[in-house]
Every structure is written in C-alpha cells, then in structure tokens.
C-alpha cells in the first residue's frame, strides 16, 4: 500500500553526498492536478503559488483555487486550521482548477483528512511522516494511524520526514529548530519540481529577491529547496518523472493574474483612457482587500487610495470623489455591500458614477469569510430601499476581472450612475495565465465632465441621448446646484416632492439602466446554436460550466455565459427558445433561476451548491446527465 522512505543522504550545507546518476524515464502526461495542503503556519499558499509562478514560466495552461481557512488563528494541527492550495496544469486548454487532485501533498494529519475524499482514486498522496504523531493524530480525530492501517489503500502513498530533512539541511546555520522547520515547505516545493521536471531557477530567484536581506533565512531556505529536489534522486522510490508539455496559446505577451490583481489594473487602464483619476474609499474585507492593496501601488498613475474607519465612510468618499470629478470606486465583500446600500442610494439619486465591487464570500453574516459563494445577487439587484436601479456586472475567470472592471468604468462614465460589479473569492484568488492587452488597442473612454457652463444657464438633471445627466465640476461658478438624496425635479434638480415627478424621475432612472442594454456584445453560444439543454450561467462558474458542455457536446449540451446580469442581453430570449431545458448552475439556491423564470416565464432548472467550494466539472455533468435521462 504504502512505499517506504528512501533516505536520502545530506551533508549539512544541504547537497547530496552523492546523488547518484539515476537516470529516470520521463513520461508525458497531458494535465495533471496538485493540491498542496498543511496547516494554516505550513506555507502552502506560498508553495503553490511559487509551482504556480514556475509552472507559468514553463508555459503550460493552468487554473488555481486557493483555499484558507476561516479561522485567523486556528490551533495547530486542527481540521479547520487546514490550508490548501490547488493547481491544475495542461498541454491543452483548461478553464477549471481540476476536479480531483492526481497528487495531494500532505503536510500533517488534518490536512490528509480533510482533503483525502478529493484525491483521484489510483492517485499519489506525499505525506510528512514526522508530523503523524500522537498529538497531531488526536487532533485530526485519527484513532489510528492512518499510514499504518488500510485508510490509504487504492492510493499509492509516499512518506518522507520532511521536518527531519528541513533540519538535518540546516544543521550548522545558527538558528532554533523553530525557526528551521519553517522552511519545511520548500523541502515540499523542490520534491514536487523533482517529480514534475519543473526547474528550480525561478523560485531560487524569488528567494533571493524576498530574504536577500536576511542571510539566515534564505539560506535555510535555500538549502531546503534543493534538498527537497534532490531527494527525489536519492529515495529510489519513484520509476519515472512526470512532464507536461507547453500548451499553445495565442502570440503574444503572457503573464499570470489573480483576480484581485487584474480587477485592480482593470480601473488603472480605465482610468487612463478616459484621462480621469482614481479614487477608491474602502474598508479592508476578506477577500476584497487585496484590490485595496494593489491600487495603492500606482499612486504614479494618479490613485488614490483611502483606508476607511467603515464600510459605509468608505463609500461615502468614494461618493465624495465622484461628486468632484473623479472615478470613484469601493471594494467590498457581502456583508459590506448591506452596509454600503443607502450610500449607493445616494449615488443613484445624485446620479454619479461609481463602481462598488462585491468580491462575495460565504453568508449570511460573517459566514465563510474565505469561502466562495454566489450568493449576492439578489441584494446586487434589490438591496436597497426604494426603487433603485444599478447596473450590475459580473466576471468569468481571474482574467476577465481586468475587462470586467474596465466595461464598469465606462458605463458607470457613459450613463452616470453606478454599477455594481460581482467577482468571488474563487476568482479573486485564483490565477490563470493572461494575455497581457496592447494599451493602444484598449478603446478610449468618454465621460459626461462639463467645464464651461452654458449662456443659458446650467440645468443639472438635463438629459442626453444616453438619459445621462451632465457632469459638473463643483466650484466652478455656473454649476452651482442641489446635491443630496432628496428627490430631484426633472432637468433643474431642484428638490421635489410632486407625486407625478417623483413617478417621472424613478421611471426614468430605470430606463437609463435598461439602456445599457444596446451596449451589450451579442451573447456567445459555446456549442450547438440549437439543442436539448443550454447550461446557462454567470460570474466564476464559468469554467466548469464550459468544460461540462465541450465534454457533453455529443449529447445536445452547449452553454452560454451572462456579463451583465442588470440588464439582461437583448439576445437571450431568442438564444434560450432553442433548447429543450434551460439548466442553470449556481453556487446558490438558484438566484439567477429566480429571474430568468420571472423575465422569461421559461420553468429552468437548478443545479445548486453552497458549499463554500467551486463546482466541478464532473458535479455538473453527473446532473445534466440525470436530467437528460429524464428526457428520453
């Protein structure tokens, strides 16, 4: 069941005494699926992000899905304190981070027991022997010691002391064994590389840039890196090494984003092409915050980023900046975005653009702060009081936050009025390779700013073909006007309590919104234009959803995929009649079925979850196959 460890000599400066000249077959393989998993303090965001990095490099195609506990501190060893970082890496096109990993890098029992129902059957499982001991058994609920009885049997099973290697490495540097065992992951790390014939170089150039100044600990690390690789050399337990080739991607300049980075960079190039300055107010929330985070790095562009007391200071700056000419932006989470609704009232009445992102998370309340879900869509669309229409946007995939964020800016700019625009923490953290746009190519974006105010006077409320109010610089003398969330009078602005205007001035906001939909793209049909079921989805359900109908294309499945939620594509009635089902999957209890069976009267289908997981491609294919049985 279990192979035996093969220990590798190292001397003290962390090289092999002799590594030998074993020369392995290498097998080509076209994908393979990794999670590296350990205790919250083990590192494994930092491993998998690094074979992320390096993988990248080697050019293949790849999909990530981080997975943090929710708990801050979780005691050491336990279930919930659990960290996890999955890869999925191919020759070909992949838009998943795979569904059952091939590999599962263990670092302690918890860890094992936690993801141990998620690894293929057949597949490999590389533990760290040392930490199963009574302690860490106990805490993970083991009874027995899983590496001695048949817990692992059907896998083929790896046990290293990993700990003991990390020490053994640094044995003459001045350093506590405390300190030492840090570096246990890179052990991990430069195993895997071995394995996956995956080269050190970029991860050994990364040390350098991050602990350069710390002599110790990059050289501790350092050395656990390459003991990690040589041991696959010297423990003669592997016949082979593994090679995924480079998959082919389109010319061009390619590098890998999270989401959170290329939202961020999204309203950078948004707000350089319409030469316009950024100002985002926000309130640090998981797993918004980074955009917060990588904003404030282009202060050279023009942003400016504010660190709020609250959720609902952060919006009213952001309010604030739009009101005097700039983008104003707000991050936040789902609990943040019902703080944040009679600020966004505000900014509908006062008609300003201005972009609020909802990186959801699990709920309702604090919920699975570190957890993904779908579940704001709803309050997205109606959490407010009132009638109050906002455009709502949604992206696919870790990449597409970056277009995402940009079309916002310009609807936000072309309309005047604020939009919502809903990631999750699965795309927000996850990565993916990206092709870098050409800036000259991105189109440039118009806004509504008025600087001079006309003969006749300035009417605030007046309207364009677009039914957007001027822009109106504050201070500047002609532009005086009313401002604030009472009602406004059509063209003047001027306050007005009159039944018929106030009837006037709702309609005419939710017209605007419903305008936007002449800006739409037609919408894509992956597959066949006509058949039994269309998959219909939205935001990061994306690349399961696709990859279900490519693989279920044979049997009358295609897909189809919603930017804008708030208006709908002008498009989608004509594109749903021509399938038998509608079947909709959402990590939610069916919000957006709750619409199309209201806009639409179509009787769709649900396939649901809320889990705090993404689907995967085989949880959807399970159920559309189930319902295609019951259409014979």
């Not at 008609?351 to 702060?369: A, C, H, K, M, W």
Request: aromatic share 8%; glycine share 10%; charged share 20%.
């Amino acid at each position: 069941m279990a192979g035996d460890v093969a220990q590798g000599t190292i001397t003290t400066n962390g090289q092999p005494e002799s590594i030998g000249q074993t020369k392995r077959p290498i097998e080509i393989l076209e994908e393979v699926t990794i999670r590296f998993a350990g205790d919250s303090g083990d590192g494994m965001q930092l491993t998998g992000t690094q074979f992320t990095n390096t993988t990248a490099l080697v050019g293949n195609d790849l999909s990530t899905l981080p997975d943090y506990p929710a708990e801050i501190r979780a005691p050491i060893g336990t279930l919930y304190g659990v960290s996890g970082f999955q890869i999925h890496f191919s020759s070909k096109e992949i838009h998943t981070p795979g569904d059952h990993p091939d590999v599962l890098v263990a670092m302690n029992p918890a860890a094992l027991k936690v993801n141990l129902q998620q690894v293929k059957k057949g597949g490999v499982i590389i533990v760290n022997s040392d930490s199963f001991d009574e302690k860490n058994l106990k805490l993970a609920h083991y009874a027995v010691n899983p590496l001695e009885d048949d817990t692992l049997s059907g896998y083929t099973v790896y046990k290293f002391p990993l700990t003991k290697l990390t020490l053994d490495a640094v044995r003459d540097l001045k350093m506590s064994s405390r300190d030492a065992v840090r570096s246990k992951n890179m052990v991990a790390l430069g195993l895997v590389y071995w394995l996956y014939n995956r080269p050190m170089e970029p991860t050994l150039e990364w040390l350098k840039a991050k602990f350069g100044k710390d002599e110790l600990v990059y050289e501790a690390n350092l050395r656990a890196l390459k003991a990690g690789y040589y041991l696959g050399e010297t423990a003669e337990l592997f016949s082979a090494r593994y090679e995924v080739k480079p998959a082919k991607f389109s010319p061009g300049k390619y590098r890998n984003i999270m989401g959170n980075e290329a939202t961020a960079l999204g309203f950078v190039a948004a707000s350089v092409k319409a030469e316009l300055p950024i100002f985002l107010g926000s309130y640090p929330i998981t797993p918004a915050s980074d955009i917060l985070h990588e904003l404030s790095k282009y202060k050279s562009y023009g942003v400016k980023t504010f660190q709020a007391e609250d959720e609902i200071a952060g919006i009213c700056t952001a309010i604030g900046a739009a009101f005097t000419g700039s983008i104003g932006l707000t991050t936040t989470s789902g609990p943040g975005l019902a703080l944040k609704a009679e600020a966004i009232g505000l900014a509908v009445m006062t008609e300003l653009p201005l972009i609020i992102v909802d990186v959801q998370r699990g709920g309702p309340s604090t919920g699975l702060p570190t957890k993904t879900e779908q579940a704001d869509l709803m309050q997205a669309l109606y959490g407010r009081n009132g009638e109050c229409p906002v455009p709502v946007i949604a992206a696919k995939s870790p990449g597409d936050c970056f277009y995402a964020a940009f079309e916002a800016v310009h609807t936000a700019l072309k309309y005047m009025t604020p939009v919502i625009l809903l990631t999750d923490g699965y795309i927000a953290n996850g990565a993916e390779p990206w092709l870098i746009p050409d800036a000259a190519k991105l189109p440039k974006i118009g806004h509504k700013t008025i600087l001079k105010a006309p003969d006749e006077g300035f009417q605030p409320y007046a309207r364009d073909e677009d039914n957007a109010r001027p822009w109106a610089i504050p201070g500047t003398k002609g532009f005086e006007h009313r401002i604030g969330g009472l009602e406004k009078q059509h063209i003047t602005g001027n306050v007005n309590y009159e039944p018929q205007n106030h009837d006037f001035m709702v309609r005419l906001r939710n017209q605007k919104v419903q305008g936007i939909a002449k800006d739409i793209q037609p919408t894509e049909v992956i597959g066949a234009k006509s058949g039994k079921i269309l998959l219909l989805g939205w935001g990061g359900t994306y690349g399961a959803i696709t990859t279900a109908a490519e693989q279920l294309a044979s049997k009358g499945v295609a897909s189809a995929h919603l930017r804008w939620i708030n208006p709908l594509p002008p498009d989608l009635a004509e594109i749903m009649k021509n399938y038998e089902k509608i079947v909709i999957p959402e990590l939610n209890l069916g919000q957006l079925r709750r619409i199309i069976r209201s806009e639409f009267l179509i009787d769709a289908i649900g396939i649901n979850k809320v889990e705090g997981l993404p689907f995967t491609t085989s949880e959807i294919i399970g159920k559309v196959e189930e319902i295609l049985a019951t259409m014979k």
